[in-house]
C-alpha cells in the first residue's frame, strides 16, 4: 500500500512539471517583426520637399533644361523659359517667360507637379504658386566641378527618387568626368581666361575652375571678375583663353591686354561662352577642342 502511494505522488509531480513546461510555450503572434523598406519619396532637395515623382515640370533654367533632356527626362517639361533652345525638343514646351520674370498665370494653368529653376524667382511668385499647390526648387549654377556633379545627382533624386536617383546622376556624369581626366596630357602653364565683358574669371567662377584642369589661373585668388587687369603685365600669363567674341584686334587695342606677350605672340585660343553659362555633357566638346588647340600651340613652340 505504502509503495503505491509513492508511486501515485510521483506521478503527480510529473504531471505538474509537464503543466508548467506548457505555460512557458509562448503564443503564437501574427504581428510582423520585419521592418519596412525605406521609400525613395519623400526627401528635402535644397530646402523643398520632393514628395513623389514628378510627371510634369517647368524648367526655367536653360543649362538644367538642357541636362534634364541628357538625362532623359525631357517628356516631362511641360512648361520652359524663353531662353531654352537646346536641345531643339524643349522648344516644343510652353514659353512660361523667364525666371526673373515668369509668367505666373501660365505656370499656374498648367498645375506642374514642379518648378526647377537656377536663380531664385521672387517670393510673391514663389507663394503664388505654393497657393496653387505647386512647389519650386532652386538648383544652383556650378562655381565648382563638385558643384557641377550634383546637379546631376539633383536631377536624378528629382525624378528617381533616394537610392537610384544618386546613381543616375553619377552614371551621367561620368563621361563628363572620364573628359576631365583626360586633362591631364596637357599642361599649359599660366594662363586667364578673358570673359565676353573682357574681364578676367577670378579663381572661384565655373570657367576657372574648368581651365584649371589644364594650367594655373593667374587670377585664381580672386573672387568673381573684379581681377586688376594691370596685374597682368607683371605676371604675364603664357596664353589667352578668349571668349570668341573678340579678335585678337580688340585685344591689342586694350591698354592693358596689348601688353602682353601672349597677345603679341599671338598665344591666344578662343572659347564659346555657352559652355560656362549652360554646362552640360557639351562641355566634352570643348575639353576635346581645348587637348587640340593646346597640343597644336606646343606644337608649333616646339618647331
Known amino acids: 500500500m505504502k509503495r503505491l502511494s509513492v508511486l501515485l505522488l510521483a506521478i ?12 512557458d510555450i509562448p503564443e503564437e503572434t501574427t504581428e510582423s517583426t520585419e521592418q519596412e523598406e525605406p521609400m525613395p519619396y519623400p526627401f528635402s532637395l535644397n530646402g523643398t520637399e520632393i514628395s513623389a515623382q514628378p510627371e510634369k515640370v517647368v524648367c526655367l533654367s536653360p543649362a538644367l533644361a538642357e541636362i534634364i533632356y541628357e538625362m532623359g ?19 516644343n514646351a510652353a514659353d512660361l517667360g523667364s525666371a526673373a520674370n515668369p509668367n505666373i498665370d501660365a505656370i499656374i494653368d ?43 545627382t539633383s536631377l536624378g533624386l528629382i525624378f528617381e527618387g533616394l537610392f537610384t536617383g544618386t546613381e543616375k546622376g553619377e552614371d ?27 574681364t578676367v574669371a ?6 576657372s575652375a574648368i581651365l584649371s584642369c589644364f594650367g594655373s589661373n593667374i587670377a585664381k585668388n580672386e573672387t568673381g571678375y573684379g581681377f586688376d587687369k594691370a596685374e597682368l603685365i607683371e ?51 570643348l575639353i576635346d577642342g581645348l587637348l587640340i588647340d593646346f597640343s597644336n600651340l606646343q606644337r608649333q613652340e616646339n618647331d
Not at 503527480?12 to 505555460?23: F, P
Open 12 to 23: 503527480a509531480v510529473l504531471l505538474c512539471g509537464c503543466r508548467d513546461t506548457d505555460n
Open 73 to 91: 527626362y525631357g517628356d516631362k517639361i511641360v512648361g520652359r523659359s524663353s531662353y531654352c533652345d537646346y536641345p531643339a525638343d524643349v522648344k
Open 110 to 152: 498648367l498645375l506642374p507637379d514642379l518648378v526647377i529653376t537656377a536663380t531664385p524667382i521672387a517670393s510673391k511668385d514663389t507663394f503664388a504658386m505654393e497657393q496653387a499647390g505647386i512647389k519650386t526648387v532652386l538648383i544652383p549654377a556650378p562655381t565648382t566641378l563638385e558643384g557641377f556633379s550634383s546637379i546631376y
Open 172 to 198: 551621367t556624369y561620368s563621361v563628363i568626368s572620364k573628359a576631365l581626366g583626360n586633362t591631364d596630357a596637357v599642361n599649359i602653364g599660366n594662363f586667364v581666361y578673358v570673359t565676353e565683358n573682357l
Open 202 to 207: 577670378g579663381g572661384d567662377t565655373f570657367e
Open 235 to 285: 605676371n604675364q600669363p603664357y596664353i589667352i583663353l578668349l571668349s570668341d567674341k573678340y579678335s585678337v584686334d580688340d585685344l591689342l587695342e586694350d591698354e592693358y591686354y596689348s601688353q602682353l606677350d601672349a597677345v603679341i605672340e599671338n598665344r591666344v585660343i578662343f572659347i564659346n561662352n555657352v559652355y560656362f553659362e549652360r554646362p552640360s555633357v557639351r562641355i566634352t566638346i
